[in-house]
Structure formats: C-alpha cells, structure tokens
C-alpha cells in the first residue's frame, strides 16, 4: 500500500558509508597528444578517469625532413644574427638531426655566432646541452616576451632564425617582418593527420554526442588536427557546439588555446604549462560543472557516466544517465514518459524501454527513492523542498497519486 494514503512515515533509507572516490571518478576525458600520452592518460586514470585516446597528428621524423634539411642549409650559408629557441624538446630535435646529417659542427658555428633566445627553461637546458649558451631566456616562457624583447632591442636589417614548435608562430614572425627583419622559419617539427583516423574519429563522434566530459590538449596543432578532422567529416558545428556547452577543453597553456579562442570556445588552462599542471586544473574544474541535488533527503551529483549517492560512487548505464539527465534538467518537476523515451537512445517508440531503464537505474542508484513514479503521469526527482512556502501539488509535483 502507498504510504501517502495509509499516513505512515516511510522508513528511512540509508547508504554504506563510501569509499573514498577519487577526484576525476565518473568522468570520461579525451586525450588528443601524440607525445606524452601514456603519461597524461595514467596521471588522469590515476585520479579515477576514464580515458578515450586518440592522437590528432603525427609527427614527420625529423631525419626524413626535407624543409628542415633545407633551412638548416640556408643557415649554415648565412648564418643569422639573432637564434630563438621556442621548445627544449624542438631545438634538441634538430641538434640531433643535424647530426646524423653530419652537419653538426656546421650548425651550432654558426648559431655560437648568434644571439641566442630561449622562451623559457626546456629551452634553455636544450641550448646549453648543444654546447651552447643562451644570451637571455624568458621568465614567462611566453612567445610574447620573447618578441616584446626582441622589438624593445630593435630588429631592422637584423636576420632572425625563429625554430618553430609544430604550427605557424604568425603574428610572432609577422611582427618581426614588419619592424624590419629578415626572418628564417626553422620548422623543426611538422604533423600530418594521423595514419589511422579510426580513434579520431570515435574520439569526435563521442566529444559531439555527449559522451566526454572534458578534452586535453597539448599543443596548438593538436587542436586544428580535431578541427580539421570534423569539417572534412561535416561536424564543425556540432563540435563547437558540444565545446561550448558541454565538454570542457583543457589546454596545456594560451598558446594551445589560441585556435579555440578564435573560434569563441572558452578554454581552461594552468599558469605553468607543464603535464602535471594541466590535470591538477582539470581536476579542480571539472567536478565544479557537475550537477548536485538533495533528494529524498540524499545528495545526488550527475558527473559523466556515473552519479555520486552521499558521496558514494554509482556506476550508471547510458541509458540510465540518459533518463537521470532528463530529470535533472527540471529537478521536483514530472517529466512525462513520452519525454523520457526521446531521451533514451535508440529506444524507439516502445514505452516500455523507459520502466525497464529506470528500473535499472534505481537499481545502479541503490536508493530507488530518488525517483519517485507519479502514476499515469511520468517520473521525478524526488528532490528535497526548498525552505519556504509548500509548492503547488497540481503544479510542480502533479496529481498526489505518487508512488517509489
């Protein structure tokens, strides 16, 4: 019998205590990196993630780089006067393929008669262990204060070999062309769409149909390699779309962001650019954008693919997240059946797909209170009342037939 009509108090439903979750549980990440990803996805699988991986470019092997070959040449016959280290592990590359060209002692003669920039530390330590030294290093490690530098001290009549670190630096080179230098762009390492496009492709089709909470990026190219892939498969706009609202993008710094922020994406990223940084950010924001509830005198927070219960961690199926979403997107408020089989996927017509979900939700919850059946009507959040005056029962909470 239904307590409402027999006045009985129902009784009170309790959690075993839960474990200690971590941070990142519950959360599905996607990780775009070609280099580091084994590192990034264990330091997020460590915090509780699950993680999709799916490289966005390849690298072409520096040996085999016929324009890199030809600027080192260009150099070497004209030496520069002023030499911009923009990434330790760049500027290394090229040492070592100069090297196994046999052209090593040539290049770094001639970069020893430079002025020699680094942008920041990894800069610096590749510089020094080429037997080189560095005239000035940037605090920042900003591209930025590199060419405020660069400017401050003037440019004009001076030739300037910039090493490039895998895209286009535009507006650096622009500017420096324009105050008058001769600039000599040393691409030292270039990408090309990945061999396979199957993970990428997955990765994408999740990002665009709600499937990823978040997505990383570790570099500017990483993120037009994702761009590029969804215009040629006709997704631009579901993936900005799904950016914006839904999926968090997580950059490694401003540089990496530059693409997106064009594009009117909001991004996060840390104050160092460094691995560790980026997930310490991702884990302090990405649990702030799940939703938390009281119901039924329990906290409810919806993050990904799984739902906390007074801090314990439920694992919940897509169908089962699918019809937990629809809920609390009106929170107290019956969302009718009809409603509930649009939202479930690949349901079809059959309204029976929505008892048997829900029946597996409540179970997945543990505590089949949280949703409450209003009969003929549909299903809600059993969600606790505000302080205040009693809601409308014909309104918010339909018809008092209501049954768990």
């Known amino acids: 019998m239904d307590d409402q009509t027999t006045g009985r108090e129902p009784d009170a439903e309790t959690v075993s205590p839960p474990a200690a979750v971590p941070p990142l549980a519950g959360f599905t990440i996607g990780i775009t990196a070609a280099r580091r990803a084994d590192e990034l996805a264990a330091l997020l699988q460590r915090r509780g993630a699950a993680v999709v991986r799916a490289p966005a470019l390849r690298i072409v092997p520096l040996p085999d780089d016929a324009d890199l070959l030809a600027a080192t040449h260009t150099l070497i016959n004209e030496p520069p006067d002023i030499a911009v280290a923009t990434t330790g592990i760049g500027f290394r590359g090229w040492i070592e393929a100069a090297e196994g060209w046999g052209l090593f002692d040539e290049l770094t003669e001639c970069l020893a008669k430079a002025s020699l920039l680094a942008r920041g530390p990894k800069a610096k330590g590749a510089i020094r262990a080429a037997g080189l030294r ?35 630096l535009r507006d650096f080179v622009d500017s420096l062309r324009a105050a008058g230098a001769e600039v000599v762009e040393v691409p030292v390492y270039r990408w090309l769409p990945p061999a396979d496009l199957a993970p990428l492709d997955r990765l994408l089709d999740a990002c665009c149909g709600g499937a990823l909470d978040a997505v990383t990026f570790t570099s500017a190219p990483a993120v037009l390699g994702l761009l590029d892939r969804a215009e040629q498969r006709g997704l631009t706009a579901d993936l900005l779309h799904a950016l914006r609202r839904d999926v968090l993008p997580v950059c490694v710094g401003p540089i990496t962001a530059v693409p997106l922020e064009e594009l009117d994406v909001p991004t996060v990223w840390p104050e160092r650019m460094r691995l560790g940084a980026m997930v310490q950010t991702l884990t302090a924001e990405l649990p702030e954008r799940s939703r938390q509830l009281s119901v039924a005198g329990h906290r409810l927070e919806l993050r990904g693919q799984a739902a906390l219960v007074d801090g314990g961690l439920r694992p919940v199926s897509p169908a089962g997240m699918a019809l937990l979403r629809a809920l609390a997107r009106r929170p107290g408020w019956v969302v009718p059946r009809a409603e509930l089989l649009r939202a479930l996927p690949g349901s079809g017509d059959d309204e029976h797909a929505v008892e048997t979900a829900m029946a ?13 059946t209003v009969v003929k009507r549909g299903y809600r959040l059993a969600v606790d009342p505000a302080p205040g005056p009693a809601p409308d029962p014909e309104g918010k909470y339909g018809v008092a037939a209501v049954r768990v």
């Open 360 to 372: 597996r939700l409540r179970a997945a919850l543990g505590v089949p209170r949280l949703v409450a």
């Open 134 to 168: 560095e005239e000035w290093s940037a605090r920042s490690e900003s591209s930025v204060e590199v060419l405020e530098r660069l400017l401050e001290h003037g440019v004009e009549g001076r030739r300037i070999a910039v090493q490039l670190h895998g895209a286009p």
